[in-house]
């Protein structure tokens, strides 16, 4: 499962994650997953938008390559036949961005 999905189904209380999936120890929390997750993916958060659309009604699927994040449908789309509404690209707004890789999101 992607981890934007762990932590959507965490903060809606509807996955509980155990250390070693042991039920005497620790579970672990929103913070404590984010932390881990951003190891290997530090645009994690920027991209956790993912929620915010989830939480509008839209139907969201995983972008494909490196830069498209998201495809988003409109509300009761049938994602299999249809296509997507929008494309998401999260940039983070502090930092600089190629011109090539502006072109390649156009």
């Known amino acids: 499962m992607e981890p934007i999905k762990v932590l959507l189904l965490c903060e809606r209380k509807r996955i509980l994650l ?3 999936n042991d039920k005497n120890k620790k ?3 929103f913070e404590s ?3 881990y997750f ?3 993916d530090d645009r994690l958060w920027y991209k956790y938008i993912y929620s915010d659309l989830r939480k509008q009604g839209y139907i969201v699927r ?3 390559g490196d830069s498209m994040d998201f495809m988003v449908y ?3 789309a049938d994602f299999e036949n249809e296509s997507a509404k929008y494309l998401i690209y999260t940039i983070f707004g502090g930092s600089p961005i ?3 890789d502006l072109d390649t999101i156009s």
């Open 27 to 29: 579970q672990h929390d």
């Open 38 to 40: 951003t190891q290997f």
């Open 18 to 20: 155990l250390e070693n």
């Open 74 to 76: 409109k509300r009761g």
């Open 33 to 35: 997953l984010l932390s």
């Open 62 to 64: 995983l972008g494909h």
């Open 98 to 100: 190629e011109l090539r």
